[in-house]
Structure formats: structure tokens, C-alpha cells
């Protein structure tokens, strides 16, 4: 049974910075690549970054470029993601979601599974 468990959200002042985690297991991790996405209220879930099965290729929306990163542990079987500079509108549920096959992508439906998600607050 795949199970993917974010953690490291909370309440931040905005400028602040937080690690968020996703712990998986029941998968080969390695043969994964890895996405974030997250969701604000009242808006549809949208993709935040991915990196690839290695970790050598990442990916950002524009909104977050510069300011998160991405990153992957495949001994430990979790994905990262460093949010600095946190603004007001990085408030969102923050899920992240394992695809099996194929390059790492910006599109939800490809993903394969999917974590409960995390809730990130930044407070103006």
C-alpha cells in the first residue's frame, strides 16, 4: 500500500521560511519522480515543482521561482520543499504526489498517488 505523508506545515509571519517533508512508502521511491502542488481556499489545485526520479532536474512555477526549492532524498525516501520568503497568497494546502512512469510534470491528472496534505499559513 503507497502512502505519501507531508509534514512541516504551520503558521508563519510573512518572509519567513518553512521545510515542508513528504515521507513515502510502499513504493521504490527512486523509480518515482515527485511533485508539490497545493491548494489555496476557494481555488483549484495547482502545481508548485517536481524533480525528477535522480533529483538532477527540477522544475518551478513562476510563482514560487526563486523563492522554493526542491530537493530529494532517495535513501530516506522523501521529498522536500524549502519555502523562503513566504508571501500571504503561499496559503494553501500543500500535497504532494509520486508519479510512476514518465518525466516529472505540472500536470496533476499524471500523477499517479497522491498525500493527504499539509496546511501552510503566512501572515501578512
Known amino acids: 500500500q503507497v502512502q505519501l505523508v507531508e509534514s512541516g506545515g504551520a503558521l508563519v509571519q510573512a518572509g519567513g521560511s518553512l521545510r515542508l517533508s513528504c515521507a513515502a512508502s510502499?513504493?521504490?521511491?527512486?523509480?518515482?519522480?515527485m511533485g508539490w502542488f497545493r491548494r489555496a481556499p476557494g481555488k483549484e489545485r495547482e502545481f508548485v515543482a517536481a524533480?525528477?526520479?535522480?533529483?538532477?532536474?527540477?522544475y518551478y512555477a513562476d510563482s514560487v521561482k526563486g523563492r522554493f526549492t526542491i530537493s530529494r532524498d532517495n535513501a530516506k525516501n522523501t521529498v522536500y520543499l524549502q519555502m523562503n520568503s513566504l508571501k500571504p497568497e503561499d496559503t494553501a494546502v500543500y500535497y504532494c504526489?509520486?508519479?510512476?512512469?514518465?518525466?516529472?510534470?505540472?500536470?496533476?491528472?499524471?500523477?499517479?498517488?497522491w498525500g493527504q496534505g499539509t496546511q501552510v499559513a503566512a501572515s501578512s
Open positions: 504526489a509520486a508519479r510512476r512512469s514518465g518525466p516529472f510534470s505540472n500536470r496533476e491528472s499524471l500523477y499517479d498517488f
Open positions: 524533480i525528477s526520479w535522480s533529483g538532477g532536474v527540477t
Open positions: 510502499g513504493l521504490t521511491f527512486s523509480s518515482y519522480s
